[in-house]
C-alpha cells in the first residue's frame, strides 16, 4: 500500500504560507533597489520589478496595491538597515562628540557598502513620490536631535541659534548627495569612499556647539579610511537559481546559516524534514545550485557530511529572513 502524502499541521501551513509571502515581497524589495540604482526612478513600473524579481504581477498585487507603495517599502527597509548601522556603531561611546563621531563614520561606511540603498535614501528618493518624501524627510529628523545633543557641551550664554542642528544635518546630506551624484554608474572616474569626509564633515557639525578649535582638532584626527570591504553593488541573488526557493529550502539554509558544519542528519531534524531520504536529496541540489558546500569527510571514509552556506547561499539565506522557524 502506498504511503499516504505527507501534509503539514494547518499552523505549520500558515507559517509556510506566510514565509513564501514574505521571500515574496522581499525579492520585489531587491528588485525595486537594484532597478533604481541601475536605471533611475523613470523606469520603475511594476513590470519591471516584476522581471527582475521573476514574480508575477498578480503576486506584486497581493503584496502592494501600487509601485509607490513597493518603492516606499524599499526605502523603509533601507531606512532600518543605516538606522541599525549608525546604533551599532555609537554603541558604547561615551560624551557626545564621540559618541555622533562614530555614528557618522558607522553612517559612512554603511553608504559606501551599499551603494543601492545608500543612492535610494539620499539621492532617489527626492524624484518619488509624496509618501517616500516625508519618509525621506523623518529619517532626516531623525538625527536632528542626535546632533542638537551638543548644546549640553554649551554654556546657556553660548548656545547656537534654534535651527542650527537641522541646518548641520541638510548641509552634511546634501555634500553626501552631491558625491553620490558626482559618482553615479557608469560615471568616468571612481569617486573616494564617503567615510573618508569623517572629518571635515564632523569639523562642521562640532563648530557651532564646540567652537574653532574643537573643529580644528576633528580635521587634524587621523583620516578615517575604507576598511577594504567592495561595495555591494544591488543584484537579486535568485536571478538565474536553477532551483525553487520554497518554505522548506529556506529551513534548511537557515539551519546551516546557525550551525556551519551540520550534518544531513541534524539538518533534517532542525528543518522539520525528518525523511533523510528527501534531506539528501534537497541538500544535493542545493549543493548543485551552488548554494550550499559540503567540507566533511563523507561518506566515502565513513564520516558525516558538514555543510556550509557558500557566498551565493549566504545571499539568498539573507534576502529570504529567518528561514520561517
Known sequence: ????????????????????????????????????????????????????????????????????????????????????????????????????????????????????????????????????????????????????GGRSEVKANRQPAPLTAEGIVGAVCSIVHARMV?????????????????????AMIVQPYLGPAAAQKELERPAVTAAGEAPRVPADPFKDLPIRVTYRTARVLATIAADPGASNRYIGTAAGAPDQGQVSKLLGRLQRSGLIENFGAGHASGEPNAWRLTPRGRAVHAALGDGGG
Open 1 to 148: 500500500m502506498a504511503a499516504a502524502p505527507h501534509t503539514l499541521p494547518v499552523g505549520s501551513r500558515e507559517r509556510e504560507g506566510a514565509h513564501v509571502q514574505e521571500m515574496q515581497r522581499r525579492r520585489l524589495l531587491t528588485a525595486t533597489t537594484e532597478l533604481v540604482y541601475e536605471r533611475r526612478m523613470g523606469h520603475l513600473t511594476v513590470a519591471t520589478v516584476c522581471d527582475r524579481a521573476r514574480v508575477s504581477r498578480k503576486t506584486f498585487y497581493d503584496l502592494f496595491e501600487r509601485i509607490d507603495d513597493c518603492l516606499l517599502a524599499a526605502f523603509e527597509d533601507g531606512a532600518a538597515q543605516a538606522r541599525a548601522a549608525v546604533i551599532e556603531a555609537a554603541a558604547g561611546e561615551q560624551g557626545w562628540r564621540e559618541r555622533v563621531r562614530a555614528g557618522l563614520v558607522g553612517l559612512l561606511c554603511f553608504l559606501d557598502r551599499e551603494p543601492g540603498v545608500g543612492r535610494l535614501l539620499v539621492v532617489d528618493a527626492l524624484a518619488a513620490g509624496e509618501e517616500t518624501l516625508q519618509a525621506r524627510a523623518r529619517l532626516l529628523a531623525e538625527l536632528v536631535p542626535l546632533v542638537d
Open 182 to 202: 558626482a559618482g553615479v554608474p557608469g560615471s568616468e572616474g571612481e569617486q573616494p569612499p564617503l567615510v573618508e569626509l569623517t572629518g571635515a564633515l564632523m
